[in-house]
Structures are given as C-alpha cells and as structure tokens.
C-alpha cells in the first residue's frame, strides 16, 4: 500500500492560474519535503518541515507557499504558475531530520502551464 | 559550492555488469544514497553507506570511499527493468541532501 500519497497526479493549468498539490503519508514520519525535479535534473530541494517547523530554501521563489496542518497532510500552493513551473512535484517523508534518513516519495505530481 | 558528478548516461547489455560512479564534493558528510528514478516516477531507495567499503543487497552494490570523495552503484546480471535514472545524492554536515542530476541508464537485449 503506498504510504506516501500526491494528489493529483497529473495537472494541467493556465498560465497564472493558482494550483494547489496534496501529499498526504501513513508513517507518521516527522519530516516532510517538497522538491521540484525537471526533466534530466537532480530534484530541487524547494522546503521542508520538521513537525511544524518550515524551512524555506533560500532560492525558492515567493511563488511558491507550503501549508503542513498536521503531521499527515503537507500542501504545495503555486499562487501564479508560469511556464518554467511546469515539473514534476515530489514529496517526501523521513523519520528525523538531523541525522541520516532514507527518503520515502510519493508517485510525483506532473505539473503542466500552457 | 557543493557539487555531485556522475555520467550523463550509460548503456549496457542485458545479463552484463555495470558500474556508475559518482564523485562529491561537499560540506561535510553524512552519508551517500543510491536512488533508482524510472521515467515519470519517483524514486525509490537503492542504499546507503557512511563508512568506506562495499555494501551489498542482491544484484546491487554500492561502494564508498570518503577520502577520495567517490562512490559507486554496481549493477550485476542486469535485466531489462534495471533501466532507469539512478540519482547519487550526498547528506552534508546540515543534514541537507544534495543531488545528482542522475545517470540514465539503457539496457539493450
């Protein structure tokens, strides 16, 4: 059964339009991250939560907002997609943050601005 | 800066051996991970090592040696569902993981 699970896995949105990914996990792993990964590129980091706790990467744009309401439930709110947005969206999980962790992904969510 | 490098892609023939590297450089160190990515999907967990050697899991393998910066996933008896992205990704000193853009790997029959 799969324990890290994005909604939806596919979106198509206009340019400008807001759209909003879910992740949701089973584990109840205290950490949760949100990456960007482009076609042939290594997953950018864009934040990540411990409980709580947001942590914004320094070069994720002001575009890009997070909502983690309780330890099950993270959101990805890009308030106005542009063209170079369009990636696939992964979320992550792992038990603890500052100390090593395997990352548990969610299947992505493929994000498409026309 | 932080930098991970491995080979853009490789190619190699079904039942046969390969080795992808992956060389670092980066604040600290806490560990490497081995990720398999298939096309459009996320990835999944491969390995991980800390300390210099070999760690082996079935047909997969992966070494480290930390004072030369260098690892390697070895991939034994390939089949053709090996072929995939496999992302080299380092954990610095603040526990942030960098990654590597991935090598794509073909296998032909």
């Known amino acids: 059964d799969a324990m890290v699970i994005q909604n939806p896995r596919y979106q198509v949105t206009q340019f400008g339009k807001p759209v909003t990914l879910s992740c949701s996990q089973t584990l109840n792993h205290n950490v949760m991250y949100w990456y960007q990964q482009k076609s042939s590129q290594a997953p950018k980091l864009l934040f990540h939560y411990y409980d709580k706790d947001f942590n914004n990467e320094a070069d994720t744009p002001d575009n890009f907002q997070s909502r983690r309401p309780n330890t099950s439930f993270c959101f990805l709110d890009i308030r106005s997609p542009g063209l170079g947005d369009a990636a696939m969206y992964l979320c992550?999980?792992?038990?603890?943050?500052?100390?090593?962790?395997?990352?548990?992904f969610g299947e992505g969510s493929r994000l498409t601005v026309l | 800066g932080q930098n991970i490098d491995q080979p853009t892609e490789m190619t190699a023939t079904e039942g046969a051996i390969v080795q992808i590297n992956c060389t670092y450089q980066?604040?600290?160190?806490?560990?490497l991970f081995w990720y398999q990515q298939h096309a459009g999907e996320a990835p999944t967990f491969l390995s991980y090592n800390v300390l210099d050697g070999l760690e082996e899991k079935g047909r997969f393998s992966s070494f480290l040696s930390r004072s030369k910066g260098y690892s390697y996933l070895l991939l034994k008896e390939l089949q053709m569902k090996d072929s995939a992205s496999y992302l080299c990704a380092v954990m610095d000193s603040n526990y942030q993981l960098i990654w590597g853009a991935g090598t794509k790997l073909i296998i032909k029959p």
């Open positions: 980066t604040s600290g160190f806490n560990g």
């Open positions: 992550a999980t792992s038990r603890v943050t500052g100390a090593p962790g395997e990352l548990f």
